[in-house]
């Protein structure tokens, strides 16, 4: 886990001068977001009898700037709960680069994305534990409510792979898939 705990310092550190950015930058477009929702990990190759896990809560951070008016390129950092019969609940915490493409066309006063990314995901259970890169992937929409402010919805999942640790060990258990809904505020700069 202390490798985790570097990259979450990293990963503040990256933020931070994102959402530190003043109105002396007004030529650069920014944003910073806080969402929260329901996650359902999926477990694949379990042994007879280890139930799968069950929906839990989860919540993220996120900033970005525009690379180009549609692109942005950013970070994110959350976390999740996963509950699962019979066993002791998960843990997980994640976070990494993350790539945002703008989808033009949609109406006034609202705004929609796709999103994908690299990152780390460290998992602890009890006195086990482990982790694993991971791919986001989904889509997003908001609704301007009074310039900067947003309410978001993003629909979106997680792909595992590379799995390490006594939470892993033998390849019994694999957080191969997550999916997950979330809604939140964004400020958009």
């Known amino acids: 886990m202390r490798g985790f705990a570097r990259l979450l310092v990293l990963l503040g550190v990256l933020l931070v001068p994102l959402l530190a950015a003043g109105r002396?930058?007004?030529?650069?477009?920014?944003?910073?977001s806080l969402e929260a929702g329901a996650t359902k990990r999926f477990l694949t190759r379990r042994p007879a009898g280890v139930k799968d896990t069950l929906l839990g809560p989860s919540a993220q951070l996120a900033s970005h700037v525009a690379l180009l008016p549609l692109v942005h390129v950013?970070?994110?950092?959350?976390?999740?709960?996963?509950?699962?019969?019979?066993?002791?609940?998960?843990?997980?915490?994640?976070?990494?680069?993350?790539?945002?493409?703008?989808?033009?066309?949609?109406?006034?006063?609202?705004?929609?994305?796709?999103?994908t990314g690299f990152g780390y995901a460290g998992m602890g259970q009890g006195r086990r534990g482990g982790g694993f890169f991971e791919v986001p992937f989904g889509f997003g929409a908001s609704y301007k409510l009074r310039k900067p402010w947003e309410l978001f919805a993003e629909l979106g999942g997680k792909v595992g792979f590379a799995h390490w640790g006594s939470a892993y060990a033998g390849g019994n258990t694999i957080d191969r898939?997550?999916?997950g809904l979330s809604v939140g505020v964004m400020l958009d700069l």
Request: glycine residues 18%.
């Open 24 to 32: 002396a930058s007004a030529q650069v477009h920014w944003d910073a």
């Open 74 to 115: 950013g970070a994110y950092l959350g976390g999740d709960v996963s509950p699962q019969a019979g066993a002791r609940t998960r843990f997980f915490g994640d976070g990494g680069l993350h790539l945002k493409g703008i989808i033009p066309f949609f109406p006034r006063g609202t705004r929609g994305w796709i999103f």
């Open 177 to 179: 898939l997550a999916l």
